[in-house]
Nanobody
């Protein structure tokens, strides 16, 4: 089973940008769809973006046009570029592959 470690979260002002990374180890990376989820306080975890093994992408309506998911199979890493951040993007962001989850990275957007 793959192990996932997220990084790149932090505190940013509204309108700013962050780039999240998720590094995988101990398993197969290239053949799997990778997903980013987020969970805000008091809310359910929601799917933010996914990228298939072939590079096809899909986004939640709330982040379309602002977030970009990408992957580097050689580095076994998936990225989430987040631009034009809004306070409502504040959440813990999690990386996911099948049944494996990372520990999450906190993103806080101040108004």
């Amino acid at each position: 089973q793959v192990q996932l470690v997220e990084s790149g979260g932090g505190l940013v002002q509204a309108g700013g940008s962050l780039r999240l990374s998720c590094a995988a180890s101990g398993g197969i990376f290239s053949g799997y769809t990778m997903r980013w989820y987020r969970q805000a306080p008091g809310k359910q975890r929601e799917l933010v973006a996914l990228i298939t093994s072939g590079g096809s992408t899909s986004y939640a309506d709330s982040v379309k046009g602002r977030f970009t998911i990408s992957r580097d199979d050689a580095k076994k890493t998936v990225y989430l570029q987040m631009n034009s951040l809004k306070p409502e993007d504040t959440a813990v962001y999690y990386c996911n592959q099948w049944s494996s989850w990372g520990q999450g990275t906190q993103v806080t957007v101040s108004s």
